[in-house]
Every structure is written in C-alpha cells, then in structure tokens.
C-alpha cells in the first residue's frame, strides 16, 4: 500500500471510528464552555435532519423527496450491489422498487451514532423496515451507514451502505 492511500485510510478510520483518544484527547481532557456546544450542535442537528427527511421521502416512495438530500456523486451499496450515481441508483434501482412498492414503513429508527467533522459526516442507523407490494409483505432488520458532505445548499447523502435479513414473523403461541 503507497503512502498516500495508507494516510487518506487513517484519516477515513480516524474520522469513521469516533474515538477522539486516538489524537491523545479523552473525554476527560476538555471541558467544553456553554458557548460551544450548541454551535457544535447545530451540524448535527442538521445532519439528523437529513436523515429524517431521508426516512419520509422512502416512506411517501419519492424519487423527488430522495433527491433534495442525495448528491449527485452517491455511492450506494446494497448487499453485494452498487451503484455509481444519484441518477444510476434513482433510474436502476431505488426508482423501479419505488414503483412496486404499495407501502414502506420504517418503524423504531435508532440513530446509534452521528460524527460531523468540518464539511463531512457519518452516521450509523438501525431499524425495522416494511415493504408491502401486490403480492407480498415483507419486514427486514436494517443497518445503513451513511457519509455526508456540506455543499453550499446543505448536507447531502453521498454514501449510503444498506444491509438487511428478512425477519421471520413470530411463531404463534
């Protein structure tokens, strides 16, 4: 591996990890004024507003809503699948789904962790997703990771890594 590719993949590492001990800087070593935490806040809620609207452009199954939080640069992948674009994954995928889809409900979303360092971001999310088609329901145990970027207009979703495992339904007692 070349220099440059080992540095860049430390910082990715440093950045994605969310341990500040790395850079010798504990949860004990600063003690953060009044002043400055709801400046810092203010990404983050940004952030989390993203990926709620994100949530309800899925569940109204809306290739309009899902482009006012996608970057046109998006890396999306599913499972073994990718796609290279916001036009490759809203034209070979995510549209043609939408279109089957009768109804998709996100129930009990955790957001388990937000980091937001300068113009980028990383969050982690778990839920319970319900797809409902003309033949069938289906309900799926999901994580998705996602990597945001500050663009003049906003926080827009450039990466998104979604895996899944269908859940059975409970057995009857």
């Known amino acids: 591996m070349n220099r440059r ?8 590492v440093l950045l994605c990890s969310g341990t500040q001990a790395a850079w010798g800087h504990d949860q004990h070593a600063h003690q953060e004024t009044a002043q400055a935490k709801p400046a810092e806040s203010k990404p ?3 952030v989390l507003k993203v990926l709620a609207d994100y949530r ?3 569940e109204a ?3 309009e809503k899902l482009a006012n939080v996608i970057d046109p640069d998006l890396l999306v992948l599913e499972g ?6 916001w036009a490759d994954y809203r034209d070979n995928h995510i549209g043609p789904e939408m279109k089957e889809w009768k109804e998709f409900r996100t129930q009990d979303p955790r957001v ?8 980028l971001a990383y969050a982690v999310e778990e839920a319970t997703f319900t797809i409902v088609t003309a033949d069938k329901t289906v309900t799926l145990a999901g994580a998705e990771t996602f990597v945001l970027k500050k663009d003049p207009a906003g926080w827009k979703i450039r990466h998104l890594h979604f895996s899944s495992k269908k859940k059975e339904p409970a057995a009857k007692q």
């Open 5 to 12: 590719i080992g540095w860049k993949m430390l910082v990715i």
């Open 44 to 46: 983050k809620d940004a």
């Open 56 to 58: 309800a452009a899925m």
């Open 61 to 63: 199954r809306s290739v």
């Open 80 to 85: 073994v699948y990718k796609n290279v674009s």
């Open 112 to 119: 388990l962790e937000v980091i937001v360092h300068g113009e």
